[in-house]
C-alpha cells in the first residue's frame, strides 16, 4: 500500500469551503422552513446503526455499506440513507397510537463508491417521511410539498416525473413471468438505458404482440393522457389499479396548482426494493441525475409494526448544481481598530449584532494587504487613532 500524501482524503470525501457552505446552509434553511409550515417535525438518528437493523434493512446494496465493528464484536453500519432509521424509530417509539405522522431530516449518508465512480461517499440528504397514512391524499401532499420546497430554494425550472412501481412490475408479470429477464429489463430501466431496454426485448422469444407491449412502455411519459394510453397494454385488476392510483394523484396535484410541475413517466423503477406504489424522481437544469426522489413503501413492517408511510430525499449537493453558481451577496460588515480604539470597536459590533447583522473585528495590525482584505466584506468601519471612516 503506498503511503498517502498529507491532504489526500478518503475515497468519495470532499471538503466543503465557507462559501459553498454558506450556499448549502441558505439553502437547507429555506427548506427546513417550508417542511415545518406543513407541519413536519425534524428528528436526527445516529451516523451509526447495527448492521443486523438497519443495515440488512435497507434497500442500499450491501457492498456501498461502511462497516466496522464495536467493542463486543457487533458490526455497526454509518447510514446509507434516511428512510430505515427514520422506519427504526418510528416503528419503536412513535406509532403507539393509530395516528398519521410527519417527520422531517437534514442529515449527512455514507455510501462506498468505485475508486473510478468520481461520486461523493458522503452527502447531505433533506427529506420527509409521512408515515400511517395510505391516501392518494398522503401522496399528493408529500409532492406538493416538494415542489414548494424547491420553489423555495430558488428553483424555477424543474420537472417531478411520476410512476407507479405497480404498473411496470405487473406488466413484466404478465409477458415475462418472474424469471431473470424481468431483473434484466428493471436494470435497463433504472439505468435510463433504453437502447439496451429495446435491443433486450427483441431478443426474446416472445410473440410480436407482448414485444411492442413492452416497448410501449417507453412511450408513456407525458401528461394526464398517457394515462389512458396505459390502459391499452395491461391486462390485469393490479396494473388498472395503478393507473387508478395516478388518475386520482392528478386530480390532487391540479387541487394544489401544481400540475406545470409534474408530468407522468410509467418506465420509472427503483433500485430500493421496499417502494410499493407510487414513487418519483425530480430533474433540473443541466443536472445528470435527479436531484431527488421518493414515494410510497412498506419498509416500517420489516421494524415489526404495519403502516404504510411515503417520503422524499432532496441531494442538497445536486440541488446546489441545479441553482447555478452565483454568487452570494456578502452581508458581512468589517470594523478595524487600533489597540487604543479596541474598546469602542467591541461596542460598535455588539450594535451590529443587537441588530442581527454579521460583522467581524480586525485589529488593523493584523493584516498586511488591507486594500485586498476589505473587498471580501459588504462594508468596513476605521477605528484607527483618534478618526473614524466608512
Given at each position: 500500500?503506498?503511503?498517502?500524501?498529507?491532504?489526500e482524503?478518503?475515497?468519495?470525501?470532499?471538503?466543503?469551503l465557507?462559501?459553498?457552505?454558506?450556499?448549502?446552509?441558505?439553502?437547507?434553511?429555506?427548506?427546513?422552513?417550508?417542511?415545518?409550515?406543513?407541519?413536519?417535525?425534524?428528528?436526527?438518528?445516529?451516523?451509526l446503526?447495527?448492521?443486523?437493523?438497519?443495515g440488512?434493512?435497507?434497500?442500499?446494496?450491501d457492498a456501498?455499506?461502511?462497516?466496522?465493528?464495536?467493542?463486543?464484536?457487533?458490526?455497526?453500519?454509518?447510514?446509507?440513507?434516511?428512510?430505515?432509521?427514520i422506519?427504526?424509530?418510528a416503528?419503536?417509539?412513535?406509532?403507539?397510537?393509530?395516528?398519521?405522522?410527519?417527520?422531517?431530516?437534514?442529515?449527512?449518508?455514507?455510501r462506498?463508491?468505485e475508486?473510478?465512480?468520481?461520486?461523493?461517499?458522503?452527502?447531505?440528504?433533506?427529506?420527509?417521511?409521512?408515515?400511517?397514512?395510505?391516501?392518494?391524499?398522503?401522496?399528493?401532499?408529500v409532492?406538493?410539498?416538494l415542489?414548494?420546497?424547491?420553489?423555495?430554494?430558488?428553483?424555477?425550472?424543474?420537472?417531478?416525473?411520476?410512476?407507479?412501481v405497480?404498473?411496470?412490475?405487473?406488466?413484466?408479470?404478465?409477458?415475462?413471468?418472474?424469471?431473470?429477464r424481468?431483473?434484466?429489463l428493471?436494470?435497463?430501466?433504472?439505468?435510463k438505458?433504453?437502447?439496451?431496454?429495446r435491443?433486450?426485448?427483441?431478443?426474446?422469444?416472445?410473440?410480436?404482440?407482448?414485444?411492442?407491449?413492452l416497448?410501449?412502455?417507453l412511450?408513456?411519459?407525458?401528461?394526464?393522457e398517457?394515462?389512458?394510453?396505459?390502459?391499452?397494454?395491461?391486462?390485469?385488476?393490479?396494473?388498472?389499479?395503478?393507473?387508478?392510483?395516478?388518475?386520482?394523484?392528478?386530480?390532487?396535484?391540479?387541487d394544489?396548482?401544481?400540475?406545470e410541475?409534474v408530468?407522468f413517466?410509467?418506465?420509472?423503477?427503483?433500485?430500493?426494493?421496499y417502494?410499493?406504489?407510487i414513487l418519483?424522481?425530480v430533474?433540473?437544469?443541466?443536472?445528470?441525475?435527479?436531484?431527488?426522489?421518493?414515494g410510497?413503501?412498506?419498509?416500517?413492517?420489516k421494524?415489526?409494526k404495519?403502516?404504510?408511510?411515503?417520503?422524499?430525499?432532496?441531494?442538497?449537493?445536486?440541488l446546489l448544481?441545479?441553482?447555478?453558481?452565483?454568487?452570494?451577496?456578502?452581508?458581512?460588515?468589517?470594523i478595524?481598530?487600533?489597540?487604543?480604539?479596541?474598546?469602542?470597536?467591541?461596542?460598535?459590533?455588539q450594535?451590529?449584532?443587537?441588530?442581527?447583522?454579521?460583522?467581524?473585528?480586525?485589529?488593523?495590525?493584523g493584516?498586511k494587504?488591507l486594500?485586498?482584505?476589505?473587498?471580501k466584506?459588504?462594508?468596513?468601519?476605521?477605528?484607527?487613532?483618534g478618526r473614524?471612516?466608512?
Open positions: 500500500m503506498s503511503r498517502l500524501f498529507m491532504f482524503k478518503p475515497l468519495g470525501m470532499r471538503d466543503t465557507p462559501e459553498l457552505y454558506e450556499k448549502k446552509d441558505r439553502v437547507r434553511s429555506d427548506i427546513a422552513e417550508t417542511m415545518k409550515l406543513w407541519g413536519y417535525q425534524f428528528i436526527e438518528t445516529p451516523a446503526e447495527y448492521y443486523e437493523t438497519v440488512e434493512a435497507s434497500a442500499i446494496d456501498q455499506l461502511f462497516k466496522l465493528l464495536d467493542k463486543e464484536g457487533h458490526t455497526l453500519v454509518l447510514r446509507p440513507e434516511m428512510t430505515t432509521p422506519a427504526r424509530v416503528a419503536s417509539k412513535l406509532l403507539k397510537e393509530d395516528i398519521p405522522i410527519r417527520l422531517a431530516y437534514s442529515a449527512n449518508v455514507f462506498a463508491q475508486r473510478e465512480g468520481g461520486r461523493p461517499a458522503e452527502f447531505e440528504q433533506i427529506g420527509v417521511e409521512y408515515i400511517n397514512d395510505s391516501t392518494i391524499s398522503c401522496d399528493g401532499e409532492i406538493a410539498l415542489i414548494s420546497s424547491l420553489k423555495k430554494a430558488g428553483l424555477d425550472q424543474f420537472q417531478v416525473s411520476v410512476g407507479h405497480g404498473f411496470a412490475q405487473e406488466l413484466f408479470m404478465q409477458i415475462l413471468g418472474t424469471n431473470g424481468t431483473t434484466t428493471r436494470k435497463f430501466l433504472y439505468e438505458n433504453y437502447v439496451g431496454y435491443e433486450s426485448v427483441q431478443s426474446f422469444d416472445l410473440s410480436m404482440i407482448d414485444k411492442q407491449r416497448l410501449k412502455l412511450q408513456l411519459r407525458g401528461g394526464e398517457v394515462l389512458a394510453k396505459a390502459h391499452s397494454i395491461t391486462e390485469n385488476d393490479k396494473g388498472k389499479q395503478a393507473i387508478l392510483e395516478l388518475q386520482e394523484l392528478w386530480r390532487v396535484i391540479k394544489y396548482g401544481f400540475e410541475y408530468k413517466d410509467l418506465s420509472i423503477v427503483s433500485h430500493m426494493s417502494y410499493t406504489g418519483f424522481e430533474y433540473a437544469g443541466n443536472v445528470g441525475f435527479p436531484i431527488g426522489n421518493g410510497r413503501y412498506s419498509l416500517i413492517e421494524f415489526g404495519k403502516a404504510t408511510a411515503t417520503g422524499f430525499a432532496l441531494r442538497l449537493d445536486r448544481e441545479a441553482l447555478g453558481g452565483k454568487t452570494l451577496e456578502n452581508e458581512m460588515h468589517c478595524f481598530f487600533s489597540q487604543e480604539r479596541r474598546k469602542e470597536a467591541y461596542g460598535l459590533a450594535q451590529f449584532h443587537s441588530k442581527g447583522k454579521k460583522v467581524v473585528l480586525q485589529d488593523i495590525t493584516v494587504d486594500d485586498k482584505f476589505t473587498k466584506f459588504a462594508g468596513t468601519t476605521l477605528l484607527i487613532g473614524d471612516s466608512e
